[in-house]
């Protein structure tokens, strides 16, 4: 079985550019030397000493043939191919000698299948461009014929070619040279006439054959008025004895290796976008003057016209006590949490440092040393040095889905826990949620091509217009502001899983899944993030139940003669491409592993940012959600993880996805039993506060061990 992906990063290799190599079903080899795409067809019949072969060569082309078609008026194109192949195919051996291995057993494996159909001919009836062609390709298999003098000297400057003009030059001396033996091969042969010393009984042969002859020659004028001339007919025979049959031949044959091209859907690469973050990112400030604007008119007293009745009614006033409430308990419970996490995060960070310490020479001399110069030759002072720890930064995106209903409080409270961490220790942080639900009367109707989110360009992921992130939260706000905002959004959380005398504001309301978009999107918030806060190192958080669906792309479709911009749909086989690192990811069946190429990505694009996934989930779903990262999961192991109730994942595309049973992460860890329990409910309950504290431990454990 053929490996498209490592041949193509052989391809690139060889190469020595950050060059697009593409495997289609096409019949033949393409470069497109403006855009750098080497479009290879993929030879599902080849060997893989045959493949390498055939890279070997076409990258040749993509090296060493530049894009110069001056010379087509004058020379056919397969004698060009014969001298530039022999051309491309010796630098290629002389720029990677163990390439030569390739070349060699290739060959004689298309020689061994007679790969040029030759079985049985006599090699010296063919035109020296084949011989040339056969000669340079399996010659060290063959005996071809070449003659010496004339012949020979062609096929010398063959071998001595270095430049394309020269390939062109000799490739014009093979042309003129096969055409002249050809000139010299046809002799018209004159017809003789009999008139002396005929007998009678000659001369009445004679007429009679002489009645044939006008026969046959009314024929023959017959035949040319509707087949040409015998001249033309003469000139056709030359030019088909000027072909260059082997030419033909191995490029049909390539064509053999590529299986049933016709029945087979077309390879799509499908590039990550440039987005317009502004068009997409609702900022910090906006987000919470919609949000107190919101809270402000729900608490404020008014009266309606009540038909029923025909009078006025005063509403009653909205309170937030009961989130406001909860809010604040959970703030100071959490604090324990949050100190464990502050605890960790300084010896871990402290530990590092020690590790990364050393002691250096200062150049200044010691003088409590200066006495034993006569046996020492160490006199100068020393220091220690602690290399400065690193900035550190947090991202984090939160599933704004209306799947997050049953687990958001536990989610939020979890998101809480690491903000209060990020505040305590000073390390910068924003919080974005991802929607498509926003409400933008201004630009909610706006088509692809009018859009300023992102550049519509064929074959780039569609980022759908109605796609937002809410900046719900950020360290670039003081503390009493981030309280407030933190309050805020508490009562929002509050709104969307419980029933509550008071509305959700337009557009803040539970949605789709937009992950992959928010994914696309990290590869400018990440940089955006790091110039900001001037950090290091960033860790990107992201707090989701569940996975998104395979994003479409821009695609021309003809609609009646007329081209324009649509819709494609990416399937199993289709490529994600991008073009700044050269890796390709191949599209798998599994809908879920969508989000995990655009996460290996983002890896390979900053290979210094740790990607977390926080997965909350309750009995009924998570061994679903196991299952699809661990398929062979027994039901020993699902036990254990029961027993532990948490999994950390780590190949999912994710550094580390933790999942965690919901039911077991009650922040609530105050001791809480009714007065006059009994000493089994005392226990029972102080059980339950260690178990609930030793799962949450136990994660933020192995976070912090991630993130320091």
């Known amino acids: 079985m053929i490996n498209y992906e490592i041949k193509s ?38 060997s893989n000493v045959v493949y390498d072969m055939l890279v070997g060569h076409e990258v040749g082309h993509a090296l060493f043939t ?73 010659g060290n298999f063959i005996k071809v014929p070449i003659a010496s003098g004339k012949e020979q000297e062609i096929i010398d400057m063959m071998s001595e070619t270095e430049t394309f003009a020269d390939a062109v030059t000799v490739a014009e001396i093979l042309f003129k040279y096969c055409k002249e033996q050809i000139d010299e091969e046809s002799v018209d042969f004159p017809v ?40 033309d007919i003469k000139s056709q025979s030359k030019e088909s004895k000027l072909e260059v049959e082997t030419d033909d031949t191995f490029e049909s044959g390539s064509q053999e290796f590529n299986g049933n091209v016709e029945n087979t859907r077309n390879v799509n690469y499908i590039q990550i976008p440039k987005v317009n973050l502004e068009e997409i990112v609702i900022g910090n400030k906006r987000v919470h003057e919609e949000l107190e604007n919101k809270w402000i008119d729900a608490s404020t007293p ?39 996490l502050v605890k960790e995060f300084e010896s871990k960070k402290s530990a590092d440092s020690y590790s990364r310490s050393f002691v250096s020479k200062t150049g200044t001399l010691d003088c409590t040393k200066l006495h034993t110069y006569k046996y020492n030759e160490d006199l100068f002072k020393k220091v220690n040095i602690i290399p400065d720890g690193k900035n550190h930064g947090l991202i984090f995106i939160l599933d704004w889905s209306g799947s997050m209903g049953n687990c958001l409080m536990d989610t939020i409270k979890q998101l809480y826990n690491l903000v209060w961490f990020c505040d305590k220790v ?7 949620a991802f929607t498509n639900n926003y409400y933008d009367e201004i630009k909610q109707f706006h088509k692809f091509d009018e859009t300023t989110i ?8 569609i980022v759908s217009q109605d796609f937002k992130l809410l900046h719900f939260l950020t360290s670039g706000v003081n503390r009493k502001e981030l309280d407030r905002q933190l309050k805020s959004f508490f009562r929002l ?79 199993a086989g289709d490529y994600v491409r991008n073009r700044k690192t050269g890796h390709t990811y191949k599209v798998e069946h599994e809908y879920h ?107 933020l454990s192995q976070f912090i061990d991630i993130v320091s």
């Not at 096409?26 to 993929?42: C, G, S």
């Not at 051996?93 to 159909?117: I, T, V």
């Not at 000073?426 to 974005?432: A, C, G, L, T």
């Not at 992102?454 to 992921?461: A, G, P, R």
Request: glycine share 6%; proline share 3%.
């Open 9 to 46: 990063q052989l391809a690139k290799l060889l190469a020595t550019e950050n060059m697009v190599v593409e495997n289609r079903n096409v019949q033949t080899a393409q470069f497109d030397v403006e855009k750098r795409i080497l479009t290879l067809p993929m030879w599902k019949r080849a």
């Open 302 to 340: 008014r009266k309606y016209w009540d038909a029923y009745k025909q009078m006025h009614k005063e509403t009653k006033p909205v309170t937030f006590d009961i989130p406001d409430t909860e809010y604040t308990s959970f703030k100071k419970t959490a604090q324990r949490e949050v100190n464990y």
């Open 493 to 571: 959380c509050v709104a969307q899983c419980r029933w509550v005398d008071y509305t959700i504001p337009n557009g803040y309301g539970l949605s789709g899944t937009p992950l992959n978009e928010s994914l696309i999107c990290l590869h400018q918030i990440i940089p955006q993030f790091k110039q900001k806060y001037k950090v290091q190192k960033v860790n990107t958080v992201i707090l989701t139940d569940g996975e998104a669906n395979v994003l479409s792309y821009f695609k021309e479709n003809n609609y009646f003669d007329d081209t324009r911009m649509g819709m494609g749909r990416m399937y």
């Open 66 to 138: 530049p894009n110069e078609w001056g010379w087509e008026d004058r020379i056919p194109k397969q004698f060009v191919n014969v001298t530039e192949d022999a051309r491309i195919e010796k630098l290629m051996k002389r720029r990677y000698p163990g390439l030569s291995k390739s070349f060699y057993k290739g060959y004689q494996e298309l020689a061994e299948n007679d790969f040029f159909e030759i079985e049985g001919r006599d090699l010296s009836d063919m035109n020296l461009a084949d011989r040339a062609n056969l000669y340079f390709k399996i």
């Open 593 to 699: 592993k969508f989000s995990e190429i655009l996460l290996k990505d983002l890896k390979q694009v900053f290979p210094d940012v740790n990607f977390i996934g926080i997965r909350i989930a309750d009995s009924g779903e998570f061994k679903g959600f196991v299952r699809k990262y661990i398929p062979d999961l027994t039901e020993e192991q699902y036990k254990k993880i029961r027993k532990d109730k948490f999994v950390s994942i780590m190949n999912s595309g994710y550094t580390s996805y933790f999942g965690m049973f919901s039911k077991f992460l009650q922040n609530d860890t105050e001791l809480d039993v009714e007065e006059g329990a009994s000493k089994s409910k005392i226990r029972s309950a102080f059980t339950k506060t260690l178990s609930n504290k030793s799962l949450n431990r136990k994660v």
């Open 426 to 432: 000073n390390i910068p942080f924003d919080v974005y």
């Open 454 to 461: 992102q550049e519509v360009i064929e074959y780039e992921f």
């Open 192 to 231: 003789s006439s009999n008139n002396e010393g005929e007998t009678s009984g000659e001369s009445s042969s004679s007429n009679k054959e002489s009645d044939e002859r006008t026969e046959d020659n009314s024929e023959q004028e017959s035949s040319n008025v509707e087949g040409g001339s015998s001249e």
